[in-house]
Structures are given as C-alpha cells and as structure tokens.
C-alpha cells in the first residue's frame, strides 16, 4: 500500500542530491496543510543543520508551496531586474503614504522613522 499524506503532517528525509554545494539543505521533504476553509495545500520543506555561537545544534527551516522555486539569478542583476518588472507591469512600487498598494489595509503598516539612530526613551 503506498503512503498517503494525512492533512496537517510531513516528512523530511536526507538530501542525497547536496553534493559540494554547502547552500543546499541537509534535508528535504513535503507536507499537507489543511486550511480552516477545508482546502489542502501541499507544501515543500528543506531543513539545514546549523550551530548557535554557544555551540547547540538547531534546524533552519524553508517551507514554500509545493512547486514554487526560488530565483537561481544572481541577486545583484536578477533582483533588480526582477523589481523593475514588477514595477513596470503594476506602477510605483509604493502609493503615496509609503505604503505597498496591497498592504493598505495592513494595521501595522506605520509612516514612522524606526531607524537605529532614532532614540526611544526607555521605559
């Protein structure tokens, strides 16, 4: 009987494709995620082993829906490139309060300085 995913479970296995590449994750796998409406959606994890500067080992994890890849351009050229498309295709990027266009109902969204050189007294 071959395995069936139940909603809200995955599984990560060892990544025999990692070669050399030290970017690539350590582990791979999927996951099905049943949303409150009902529907599922199929996700792809990737987990990587990493240490914290006191030496204890963690897993970082990616988690994506199932077919979406992540851009192989080089940042510097692809990004870039990549915004201006989106720009071209939708206008500004920004509306006049700062804002995204999609994000004005946001709550959070605030117009304030949040800078690191800005001091807050402490409370």
């Known amino acids: 009987m071959p395995y069936e995913q139940r909603p809200n ?3 990560l296995f060892k990544n025999d494709k990692k070669g050399d590449n030290p970017k ?3 582990l791979k796998g999927t996951a099905l995620l049943e949303l409150e409406d009902g ?6 994890l ?3 082993t990493r240490e914290t500067r006191t030496g204890d080992k963690f897993l970082s994890l990616s988690i994506k829906p199932k077919g979406e890849r992540q851009s192989t351009q080089s940042r510097s050229d692809g990004g870039r490139q990549q915004f201006n498309n989106h720009v071209n ?5 920004f509306d006049d309060a700062g804002a995204p266009p999609d994000d004005k ?7 304030v300085d949040v800078s690191p050189e800005r001091h807050l007294p402490r409370a």
């Open 9 to 11: 479970t995955g599984s």
């Open 24 to 26: 690539a994750p350590n």
């Open 39 to 44: 529907r599922l959606v199929e996700l792809d």
């Open 46 to 48: 990737a987990a990587w």
């Open 89 to 93: 295709q939708h206008g500004t990027a």
């Open 105 to 111: 109902d946001i709550p959070f969204v605030l117009n």
